[in-house]
């Protein structure tokens, strides 16, 4: 037997020591796990000892969150690529993207193949398998499971209990299909409305009111039994630029930083699990041109680990991001990952970067660039995080998911009434001079509704509230002629319904709502996205704030026209020259 393999079943012979009163089955049903009574001297010793039996490799390995494709087919099951990756490099993590993902039990099979895999083969760790399940537009899972709006929801809501229990669904659910990782929540303040990658990902405008969501979602993550990465330290909310295309600047003095972009993440480091790095530059923390944070030793330890005392685990965003990926080779940007003080680093997608980015660290530390010593110190984070018990069990205690139980504990219709008191939560009303909402069926009979996303879905929940309506899909941005039929025949209708996104940038938008308004047309713009564009319509057109499309949010869109259900969210961001935050007239 070899070294390394006797290191590997070592450490699952080390795991199976001590046992929770309840069982829960590994790999080929052995008990693995750190109980919560192998922690502090103890659970540190056992760490240092699995240490030391690694190889260097192994070690290097487990460094690495990974993402695998099939070209420009889906992936859902194990391939060539992932094998290669958990089998020959050891690496510790894996990441899903909706190219992985089919269904609950697919996914949850997939998970549980991964994890036997990483069992059997050496060093036996189980792995940390992330996915990106934020809640509304940037959810990598959208059928058979719990759809949840997306963070500003949460924010116009007030409620963070309607936070701590979506996490907790969403966390059970995630869970219950083998990940143990969630790549949230976003501690982002979003107080740039010109901001394309944030937006309503991001809780609010008040960094105080970031802590008190996010705090309460990563309970929520954790009675589920997920681990939380919060991101993008040190803070993407105010940028105009998207990090996966380019490299953005956040060209604020340290004073604005502490009393704004770092609050959030000051306030949760002691509840978060790991957190995620940015890929901008900040003059005021590093002045080096052109250096983002993740490659910054300034920012990543001089910052986080020094100044604010966080001895967890930091996680790079994707370092295949175009701000990563347009300026450093994929040597160069890892290495320097791992000098900035990162712990895991993560390579999404292409197999020929991931490998020579495994080689160039192995390499860094057999040439003294980097220490084995600095590997020791990330591996040392990582293991304990593996061992870190949330919800009922740990990762070690429960690396593979009974598959028989997945549809029993995702999707359900208990959770999705979560889901749905989270949409009618947030819905926030801005103006309505007019009194448009609410709309009795017997006064406004007639409806059209045009919208550029979820008009299917609005139009089918009107007509339950007693409508009559009609439908149109609306192009993000309409050609006049486009604009005119709609005008034409709107004016056969008692009333119209635009749902809009980004109108600010999108003119044609703009100008449907004009039109309409000017030829006397009773109209209700429902904001899809951020709310910004509330600043570009006449002051004398009713706007509604939904934050989202999801069909939770349109069928709260439809109670709310009816009167069927109460309009309470308030503005969780300031609109400039309209709308302070915390406005919302309520019905």
């Given at each position: 037997m070899s070294p390394s393999l006797r290191g590997g079943l070592l450490l699952v012979l080390i795991l199976a020591v001590t046992v929770l009163p309840s069982s829960h089955p590994g790999a080929g049903g052995e008990m693995i796990g750190w109980s919560p009574k192998a922690e502090g001297k103890q659970l540190e010793g056992t760490i240092q000892d699995t240490i030391g039996k690694m190889t260097l490799e192994q070690k290097v390995g487990q460094m690495f969150m990974v993402g695998f494709h099939n070209e420009d087919r889906p992936a859902q099951e194990m391939n060539r690529q992932i094998r290669t990756l958990i089998r020959d490099h050891h690496v510790g993590g894996v990441i899903l993207f909706d190219r992985n993902i089919g269904n609950p039990r697919q996914t949850a099979e997939l998970n549980n193949s991964m994890q036997r895999l990483a069992l059997s083969a050496s060093p036996g760790i189980p792995l940390l398998i992330s996915i990106d399940q934020e809640g509304g537009k940037v959810a990598r899972i959208r059928e058979g499971v719990t759809q949840f709006p997306g963070g500003m929801t949460l924010g116009a809501s007030g409620n963070p209990d309607l936070a701590r229990r979506s996490g907790q669904v969403a966390g059970s659910e995630l869970r219950a299909m083998g990940f143990n990782m969630n790549m949230a929540p976003v501690l982002d303040v979003n107080n740039n409305p010109k901001n394309p990658v944030i937006g309503t990902r991001s809780f609010s405008g008040d960094p105080r009111q970031v802590v008190e969501m996010a705090s309460a979602q990563i309970q929520g993550y954790h009675d589920g039994g997920v681990l939380t990465v919060v991101k993008h330290f040190p803070g993407h909310g105010d940028t105009s630029t998207d990090s996966h295309i380019d490299l953005p600047t956040v060209p604020h003095s340290m004073d604005r930083l502490n009393r704004v972009e770092l609050v959030p993440f000051k306030g949760v480091l002691n509840r978060t699990d790991a957190v995620m790095s940015a890929h901008i530059t900040f003059p005021a923390l590093d002045d080096t041109p052109g250096l983002p944070g993740t490659l910054s030793q300034k920012v990543l330890?001089?910052?986080?680990?020094?100044?604010?005392?966080?001895?967890?685990?930091?996680?790079?965003?994707?370092?295949?991001?175009?701000?990563?990926?347009?300026?450093?080779?994929?040597?160069?940007?890892a290495i320097r990952a791992v000098k900035a003080g990162a712990d895991i680093l993560l390579i999404s997608h292409d197999l020929n970067r991931q490998q020579a980015s495994i080689r160039g660290i192995r390499d860094a530390v057999k040439r003294g660039e980097i220490s084995e010593a600095r590997i020791d110190r990330s591996l040392r984070r990582i293991l304990h995080l593996k061992g870190k018990r949330t919800g009922v069990a740990s990762l070690a205690e429960q690396s593979v998911t009974p598959v028989n139980q997945v549809a029993e504990r995702v999707g359900t219709a208990r959770n999705d009434q979560v889901a749905r008191r989270t949409a009618e939560a947030g819905l926030t009303l801005l103006q309505d001079p007019k009194g448009l909402i609410p709309r009795a069926p017997d006064k406004q009979q007639e409806l059209l509704v045009v919208s550029v996303a979820g008009g299917r879905e609005l139009e089918k929940s009107l007509q339950g509230y007693g409508f009559r309506t009609q439908h149109r899909e609306l192009d993000p941005d309409p050609s006049q002629q486009e604009i005119s039929k709609l005008v034409e025949q709107a004016t056969a209708v008692d009333g119209v319904i635009v749902g809009t996104s980004r109108a600010e940038i999108h003119s044609g938008q703009r100008r449907l709502v004009q039109a309409l308004s000017e030829r006397g047309i009773p109209v209700i713009v429902l904001g899809l996205d951020t709310p910004y564009e509330v600043s570009v319509f006449p002051g004398d057109v009713t706007y509604l704030a939904l934050y989202g499309y999801d069909s939770h949010l349109m069928k709260a869109a439809a109670g709310a026209i009816a009167g069927k259900i109460p309009i309470r969210g308030k503005l969780p961001v300031a609109i400039p020259g309209r709308y302070p935050a915390g406005h919302g007239l309520g019905r």
């Open positions: 330890t001089g910052l986080l680990r020094e100044r604010l005392g966080y001895d967890g685990v930091i996680i790079t965003d994707d370092l295949e991001m175009g701000a990563i990926v347009d300026n450093f080779p994929a040597e160069e940007a």
